[in-house]
């Protein structure tokens, strides 16, 4: 968006008239005064963002014709009216941009807005300003203009629900499939089991399933299996009655007592002790289980979503973990790949952590710099997503501009720091470019090399040493 000021520049001058200099002349060509207006109301007439000027009473002096569009008002009805009287913006409220751009003589460029326009409807706005003086100097007022940035919201909201899920953000081909999946696996009470490193988001996954589900309303009880001790995990899980060992004072529910009714998550199931597996098999199986020291049978209406960071199929293999619990807990299998596999999503999961900051902490960052975007498009977020996160909050604290750059990056995100196998920020862009392409490629060939290397029309040889310039491997692809 362009600064207001710009356009009229040429009332600027003294009052009696502006001064243009003709290029073919020797000196400056006055302008008449009924010339100078229609020239003033021709350029203002002819931009599509809503310009208006106000005096220093805070009244309305120019009004143009987007700026009706956009308004609902009349010119006629909005000039020499306060334009907190004609806008009724959010911002009148919280901290109007013209009384700061003349409080401050600075000026403002594209703040967030709604407006109230004359039939009624919200529009949300962009908003820049710039303070009006005369060629001595003297403050005649100030100007303003606003852009109309509903069809960039409704775009946004298509994109948001294409590629949002309650929490989940994602556009990579494995959570396509994820939310297309999604409502019919959380409609059913089918057992749900989800894989994927950690900080890759299988806590939002696993509360998603409950509440999309019939049982929403019901409890939703978490059980960390890494985090409870051996000796109290039964008692914790399957709770006790007055008098099932020495300190039993008093009945105590078990997390699956508390869950009745709702759903009950067993986090890095992985961790479960061997003796408490064979008991959870039961409570999947027959839907029943003993609290310590009883001698009655409770039931268990329960729905269960299992999620670890390792493979339980290899466990299994390894004989570490149960194989008829892990055909019980996988009826539904949902893998969430780790971010470097899914590069495409960074963009969008920044996008949604700005936002969610600048509401937390009450800032109007806009985003990234390119050089920053860059920056995280190329890390490998050993982390994921819970570290893009961190990195994002990390921005927040440092940057106090409109755009986090790359200098408000933790250190080791900053571009000495990049590992030597990678190109660096410095490096040419065709090398990225290229790193990208082979990347691609060997996901388009789920790995197999002599298939990438056919699509890049490149030899085998040439395409591993490639991949060993750039520090790519062949299991850079998504999981399935």
């Known amino acids: 968006m362009f600064c207001g000021c710009n ?84 911002i009148c409220e919280r901290g109007c941009a013209l009384r700061q751009t003349l409080e401050t003589n600075r000026n403002l460029i594209e703040v967030p807005a709604r407006i109230l326009s004359s039939p009624g409807r919200s529009v949300p706005i962009s908003v820049s300003t710039a303070v009006l003086r005369d060629g001595s100097g003297t403050l005649l007022g100030a100007v303003e203009t606003f852009r109309d940035l509903s069809a960039i919201e409704r775009l946004r909201r298509e994109i948001d629900h294409q590629y949002t899920f309650e929490d989940i953000v994602g556009r990579s081909r494995a959570f396509r ?94 961790d479960l002790p061997p003796a408490t597996q064979v008991k959870l098999l039961r409570v999947l199986q027959e839907r029943e289980y ?35 619990l892990y055909f019980r807990l996988s009826v539904v299998r949902l893998t969430i790949p780790p971010l470097r596999e899914r590069r495409e999503d960074i963009p969008y999961l920044v996008e949604h952590f700005v936002q969610r900051f600048n509401a937390k902490r009450g800032k109007q960052i806009a985003g990234l710099t390119p050089a920053a975007m860059e920056v995280l498009m190329r890390h490998a977020f050993p982390g994921n997503v819970r570290e893009l996160e961190n990195v ?24 000495a720091r990049h590992e030597a196998g990678e190109p660096q920020p410095a490096a040419s862009r065709l090398q990225w470019a290229e790193a990208d392409a082979i990347r691609a490629a060997i996901a388009r060939a789920d790995g197999a090399l002599g298939k990438a290397a056919e699509e890049l029309g490149i030899n085998r040889t040439t395409l591993w040493r490639k991949m060993k310039r750039y520090g790519l491997t062949a299991a850079e692809r998504p999981q399935h």
């Open 177 to 270: 499939r994820i939310f297309a999946l999604l409502p019919d696996i959380a409609e059913s009470d089918a057992t749900v089991l989800i894989e994927g490193p950690s900080g890759s988001g299988k806590e939002l996954l696993a509360r998603a399933v409950h509440n999309l589900s019939p049982r929403r309303h019901r409890p939703y009880v978490v059980v960390n299996c890494g985090a409870l001790p051996t000796a109290l995990f039964e008692s914790e899980l399957f709770g006790y009655v007055q008098g099932a060992f020495t300190d039993a004072k008093r009945d105590k529910p078990g997390r699956i007592t508390l869950a009745e009714g709702g759903t009950i998550v067993f986090d890095e199931v992985a």
């Open 290 to 324: 003993e609290p310590l020291g009883s001698v009655k049978t409770a039931h268990a209406n329960v729905r269960v979503v299992a999620s670890t960071n390792r493979r339980l199929a290899d466990l299994v293999s390894e004989g570490r973990f149960r194989d008829d």
């Open 7 to 90: 356009v009229l520049q040429p009332v600027q001058q003294p009052r009696s008239r502006a001064a243009w200099r003709n290029p073919g002349s020797q000196g400056p060509v006055a302008m008449q005064p009924e010339r100078d207006q229609a020239f003033f109301e021709t350029i203002l007439s002819s931009i599509a963002d809503g310009v208006f000027t106000v005096d220093r009473d805070w009244r309305i002096t120019s009004f143009n014709r987007a700026a009706e569009r956009i308004t609902g008002v009349p010119a006629e009805q909005a000039i020499g009216r306060r334009c907190s009287d004609v806008f009724h913006a959010d």
């Open 392 to 415: 994002i909050e990390y921005g927040f604290v440092l940057c106090h501009n409109r755009l986090i750059d790359v200098s408000h990056l933790p250190e080791e995100l900053q571009p």
